[in-house]
């Protein structure tokens, strides 16, 4: 039972008077705009888009974005197809959800990619979500765009930006790898190493290598492009250097074919005179002949292997 002193208000039990009511109504949020005064703020008379119209003071905004999305689907399933309004509110659409365009972008800040063309890649996405979004079905819209957006970016790297083919499964795989080495990183402070990942994928060691090469594998480097960290060295100034037996190998591989020709024993000769460095004399002993026979079979064979002709005895 409440008590009331002389002079006092009567309680009539609506709750708490004077400055505390004073405070906790300062502190309540004002009520969110109808749907006319969301459509107000953001399309001018004239027709113009001024999404900064639904910020109060101190910048802070009247309408979250969920509710303004919303509002501006509820207006554009009033419109007719062919109403001038229809392409302003779709418009605001597009402009009030970018920021969930560049929330998906930064999942691949690690690409080479400029941001900024992520972002308009993934803004195709966000306008075909739009487009196809039904709010009938009570599901929110940025829960329907993102899948959307990110589809669209991903589109865009595997058939725009890679330069060399890599296998689809690598490419999905890829897409595992980033985020489990994203968590892997900010669980340990620094980066993970292949087996941490493949431990946390639960895949083999030579999946995560091979999808580590695959994932940087968007650009071919020019071989005469200058190299900034090798003192402005070309790439291909440091890939190797001229062979000069290279002019030697149509030789070599027409006196391979006429060797094969050869008896055994003279074969055999050849190989020892010409791939061992044996002296003639050194032949002799090997093969238990006089030095002088050598020198005439070795006579006998070079005049047949210049002229090409097969060996006969």
Sequence with gaps: MSVRTPGSAPDTGTGPTG???????????????????????????????????????????VVDVRTLTRVLFERLAELPADAPERERVRAALIEVNIPLVR????????RSEPMEDVVQVGTIGLINAIDRF??????????????????????????????????????????????????LTVVHG???????????LRIPEEDV????DAGRAYNAASLEAAQE?????ALLDR???EDAALDEVEHRDMVRHLLVQLPERERR??????FANLTQSQISTELGMSQMHVSRLLSRILTRLRTGNSWEE
Aim: proline fraction near 13%.
């Design 269 to 274: 000769i050849v190989m020892l005179r010409f």
């Design 134 to 183: 039904d709010p009938g079905r009570g599901v929110q819209f940025p829960t329907y765009a993102l899948p959307t957006i990110l589809g669209e970016i991903k589109r865009y790297f595997r058939d725009n930006v890679r330069t060399m083919h890599v296998p689809r499964r690598l490419q999905e795989l890829w897409v595992q790898v980033s985020g489990a080495m994203e968590e």
């Design 209 to 212: 290598r091979a999808c580590l």
């Design 19 to 61: 400055p505390q009511a004073a405070e906790q109504t300062a502190e309540r949020p004002p009520p969110p705009p109808p749907g006319d005064e969301v459509l107000a703020a953001i399309i001018s008379p004239a027709g113009e888009l001024r999404p900064g119209g639904l910020r109060g003071p101190g910048g802070r905004p």
């Design 103 to 110: 929330y998906a972008a930064t999942r691949f800040r690690s």
């Design 229 to 233: 960290h090798e003192g402005g060295l």
């Design 190 to 200: 620094r980066a993970p190493k292949v087996p941490e990942i493949a431990a946390s």
């Design 239 to 241: 890939l190797g250097y």
